[in-house]
């Protein structure tokens, strides 16, 4: 089976060139003006952009939560994934207390299997006893090479100091990566009781719980320990411009810290949680959305490269009958909003289209940096010969309109209703199979791959020019 795309313009990091591509089964063989080869397919791209498939690095698809899971599985998820122009994602396992990260991961690799892309998947830390911390070297060569923990949530999922710099200390022996979700508990439970003994129990009070001080404590606690310990860091979901001048501090001294945030950061705020009934539960997601003047900074980091990806965080609820399960208590609506489809759709608007960012940055911010950063490249994260043929058709001048009504993410809101935006992938080639054509799902089921990741590679200092 081979593909020809012709007279697209192919974007990377680095550049822009009118070119054909040679796909030949599952990889990229050859690119260059007017090739004239003979193929199974041929795809006219001249007016397009021809990218490298995005790389979403932060999902939760098939995450129990409570007595609720998210809306989205392997298969619907990774499927609307594919139709925004994803072609790869890192989704979690999670390790179960007292439990082996082994039996965590291959209970995952089962569920992930109804993937129909490429997926790769950090491991959750919830305890890491002493005997257990050569499990993370087995992960490792397992080419499971990221691990994420959390400062938040004591009854489930957070850890100790002591934790933390046991894994860092490992990531530094092994060439691993942890990732944290950086809040301070601490303040987070005391505001909590706080609010709900004074009777303020509306979804607007998930975000008073866990102001940005709380997120901003942690970053700069966690920095410390990362520093401590030589070993590099990644930050999930950073939410707010305070957390990134301590972010862009380290980095300036050369810490190798690293960072992601969200569309929901970019493009939503507080001012969505004044919403009317019970429309403010779609915006109870962790971290909060903030105040609005807090996206100028999360851009400017974009730009400057502070911030090194964006990735969607999906962790989708139905507002019917789960978002509404916290009509009276806040703390009961489930966390989490959808966005798995729309990532690419609303940085090339907003960032592209707006002047933010150029093509390349947006490329770089969507696909390449995440690969680079998570042992995914250059198999995935760019158009180069010997990588994996991953390609998005990008028609730069498509409208379209953003629906629940019309989305493919399993979930009965989105974030961005009715929002129009410019920009839409209109053919996702996934390891040399065309899998959207026409908005029409084209690809066989189950048939993404797990992806074995190689080790950190920017353990040393902060790279600005990665
Ligand atoms: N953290 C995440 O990374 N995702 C969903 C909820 C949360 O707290
Ligand atoms: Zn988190
Ligand atoms: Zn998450």
């Known amino acids: 089976m081979s593909i020809l795309i012709k007279n697209g313009l192919v974007i990377t990091t680095d550049g822009a060139t009118n070119a054909d591509i040679f796909i030949e089964k599952e990889t990229i063989k050859r690119i260059g003006p007017h090739l004239g080869l003979k193929a199974d397919n041929i795809i006219e791209a001249s007016g397009k952009l021809v990218i490298p498939g995005g790389v979403d690095v932060h999902t939760h698809l098939s995450l129990p939560v409570g007595n609720v899971i998210t809306s989205d599985d392997f ?19 999670q ?22 892309i490429d997926y790769g998947l950090h491991m959750i830390i919830v305890d890491l006893p002493e005997q257990r911390i050569t499990e993370m070297d087995e992960m490792i060569k397992r080419g499971v090479t990221s691990f994420k923990l959390f400062t938040a949530y004591p009854d489930r999922l957070m850890v100790d100091d002591d934790t933390i710099l046991r894994a860092l200390r490992q990531t530094k022996k092994n060439g691993g990566l942890v990732c944290v979700h950086a809040e301070d508990s601490v303040m987070i439970e005391s505001l909590v009781g706080k609010a709900l003994m004074e009777g303020k129990t509306e979804p607007k009070y998930h975000a008073a719980t866990r102001p940005a001080e709380a ?13 401590h310990a030589d070993a590099p860091v990644y930050f999930v979901h950073i939410s707010c411009s305070e957390s990134l001048e301590y972010i862009r501090q380290a980095q300036s001294k ?23 009934n019970f429309e403010d539960a779609k915006y109870v997601f962790t971290p909060p959305p903030r105040e609005k003047w807090n996206q100028e900074k999360l851009w400017n980091s974009l730009q400057n490269n502070s911030l090194q990806v964006v990735s969607t965080d999906h962790c989708p609820f139905n507002f019917r009958g789960e978002k509404e399960s916290g009509y009276s208590n806040f703390t009961n609506i489930p966390n989490g909003a959808p966005g ?23 490329v770089e911010i969507i696909s390449t940096m995440p690969a680079k950063l998570f042992g995914l490249y250059p198999k995935k994260g760019t158009i180069a ?30 974030l961005y209703e009715g929002w129009r935006v410019q920009g839409l992938a209109e053919i996702v080639v996934s390891r040399g199979d065309i899998i959207v054509e026409n ?8 048939r993404g791959k797990f992806c074995t990741r190689e080790l950190f590679q920017f353990r040393r200092s902060f790279n600005p020019c990665m």
Request: charged fraction near 25%.
């Open 215 to 227: 997120e901003v404590k942690a970053v700069k606690h966690i920095i410390q320990l990362a520093r």
């Open 254 to 276: 050369g810490q190798p810290v690293y960072a992601e945030t969200c569309p929901q950061y970019l493009f939503t705020s507080t001012e969505d949680l004044d919403r009317p």
């Open 75 to 93: 298969e619907t998820g990774t499927r609307a994934a594919a139709f925004g122009g994803t072609t790869t994602i890192i989704d979690f396992a």
């Open 95 to 116: 390790q179960v207390k007292g439990h082996s990260l082994r039996e965590a991961l291959d209970a995952r690799l089962k569920e992930a299997k109804k993937s129909v």
């Open 385 to 414: 010969i010997g990588s994996d043929a991953d390609i998005v058709i990008w028609n730069p001048a498509t409208e379209h309109t953003i629906s629940a009504s019309t989305h493919h993410m399993k979930v009965d809101y989105s």
């Open 439 to 446: 908005h029409t799902w084209k690809g066989k089921p189950s």
């Open 340 to 362: 798995i489809e729309n990532r690419l759709q609303l940085l090339f608007n907003f960032g592209v289209v707006g002047g933010k960012i150029s093509t390349n940055r947006w």
